[in-house]
């Protein structure tokens, strides 16, 4: 699909590059996928970069987990994707399913203490997951994925990359394309696999097959992750949050529903049927958790408290630095709190606001 640009109330094509013509090396393409692994189309936990496989003295080029707990193992490659890669990376993720605890933590600490000294493996995983949505921290390494990403997809690696899904081989293969305008880079992505190859491909294998979200992500979340009660409250919230136009609700997870702001993750819902979870990434220091829960009627939420009583707990909130420059608010709202009081409207606006990252410098 082309990239438009609209001039003078005209839209124009922009040109498709390579990272060849503009003389880019495959590791600055793993440097910017490092830096915003949402550019794969998932929220990631980068691991590290080039990491050394002793068993076959090699190295994957970027090494992540996903909310689930899952090792992915991403491969790179600035050319088209040629056939051979894919048995490469599932060599990589036969002798990675072997790491335990230790190795991701001595890697994520190696790759991520130079740029946060204060780095702590545990903390930061869990903070991940919390913003991903997920309410319970997965063990690390509980299976292994592949995610293949280049600027072509030839139709046998397509094909192959099919086949492997439908053998249970959790196979993802994103398609990149690069446009250079007024000396900016334009990178686009598109998930090729697990999705069609084309309209009208011979394949025969319905991508989303045993994965009803990516079908119909918002019904899923309604009538499967919700009650009749939580559903009601979704609706609510969603209508809510796309007053703004500029919020673009991303269903097709799973566990949790996304939304975009400007082209960014903002906020995280966790579908429950006795709760939605609700985290917003925003500035440090920006709000404290005393102050939310007295605007909005909630109780304080402590990490601390025994699991019996953070299930009786009605709703409540938390806010937790989870970066030098960033805290998480975590709501937990149950049946009976009011999605659409002004209170809560004006909390959500102030915290799009006061939302963390360049975007709200």
Not at 77 to 91: F, M, N, T
């Amino acid at each position: 699909m082309a990239l438009w640009k609209v001039k003078d109330n005209k839209p124009i094509a922009l040109t498709e590059i390579s990272l060849q013509q503009e003389k880019l090396l495959e590791d600055q393409l793993e440097e910017w996928i490092a830096s915003a692994p949402e550019i794969l189309g998932e929220p990631l936990f980068i691991v590290g970069r080039q990491v050394l496989v002793p068993d076959v003295k090699d190295k994957i080029d970027l090494l992540a987990l996903d909310p689930q707990g899952n090792a992915v193992i991403i491969e790179l490659k600035r050319g088209k994707l040629k056939d051979p890669v894919e048995i490469q990376a599932l060599r990589y993720a036969s002798y990675v399913a072997k790491w335990g605890y230790d190795e991701f933590e001595k890697l994520a600490t190696a790759h991520h203490t130079p740029k946060n000294p204060n780095f702590l493996f545990n903390e930061a995983w869990e903070n991940f997951c919390t913003q991903a949505g997920t309410e319970e921290v997965p063990d690390v390494n509980q299976d292994q994925r592949v995610i293949l990403a280049g600027v072509g997809v030839k139709e046998k690696l397509g094909s192959v990359a099919l086949w492997l899904r439908q053998h249970n081989v959790d196979i993802t293969v994103v398609e990149l394309k690069l446009y250079r305008e007024s000396g900016l880079f334009l990178l686009q992505s598109q998930i090729i696999i697990p999705q069609p190859v084309s309209p009208g491909s011979t394949a025969g294998i319905r991508a989303s097959e045993g994965r009803p979200w990516l079908d119909n992500g918002r019904e899923w979340h309604l009538r499967q992750r919700c009650s009749p009660k939580t559903a009601e409250m979704l609706t609510k919230l969603q209508e809510i949050i796309e007053e703004n136009s500029d919020v673009e609700a991303r269903w097709a997870q799973k566990f949790y529903v996304r939304f975009d702001l400007e082209g960014s993750p903002w906020l995280w819902i966790e579908t429950k049927p006795s709760m939605l979870v609700v985290s917003l990434r925003v500035r440090r220091g920006a709000f404290n958790q005393e102050d939310v829960a007295k605007r909005l009627g909630l109780q304080l939420f402590s990490e601390d408290l025994p699991l019996a009583e953070k299930f009786s707990l009605p709703s409540s909130v938390l806010v937790k630095t989870v970066a030098p420059t960033d805290d998480m608010i975590v709501l937990r709202l149950k049946a009976g709190f009011d999605i659409g009081s002004p209170a809560f409207r004006r909390f959500l606006e102030d915290a799009r606001k006061n939302r963390s990252g360049e975007q709200a410098a």
